[in-house]
């Protein structure tokens, strides 16, 4: 989804415009379907080095990322996630906010920008 798209979303939090906005600057390919057979996607991923990341929205509102049921389907997704070696980093509106959410996904980018160059 483009940045622009994002904006006009009622969906888009402004916290979740910025990860959009920083994320982008490292060529993410956004909306990835990575399952052969469910229909799972991941906010943003790089594919070839299988890193991932997936903004969790309405934490502290009671949206669907905190509800029993899409809480289980997510746990689903996540697990499938990591069987087929994907590193997915998972960020809140907070941790955006504090510049968390990017002081973490820096760290991942380097260890595999480290790890392609050995």
């Not at 982008?24 to 390919?29: D, H, I, L």
């Not at 997936?54 to 905190?66: L, M, R, S």
């Not at 697990?79 to 809140?92: D, H, K, P």
Request: with cysteine; proline share 4%; aromatic share 16%.
């Amino acid at each position: 989804m483009k940045t622009k798209d994002l904006r006009r979303s009622k969906k888009a939090s402004p916290a979740k415009i910025k990860l959009h906005d920083f994320l982008m600057q490292f060529s993410p390919v956004t909306e990835y379907k990575f399952h052969p057979v469910r229909k799972w996607r991941f906010d943003y991923c790089w594919p070839d080095i299988k890193l991932a990341v997936e903004f969790e929205g309405g934490t502290f509102i009671c949206g669907g990322h905190t509800r029993g049921v899409i809480y289980g389907q997510n746990c689903e997704k996540y697990n499938e996630a990591a069987i087929m070696g994907y590193m997915v980093l998972r960020f809140t509106a907070p941790q955006v906010r504090s510049c968390e959410a990017y002081e973490t996904f820096n760290k991942a980018w380097e260890k595999f920008i480290e790890a392609r160059e050995k």
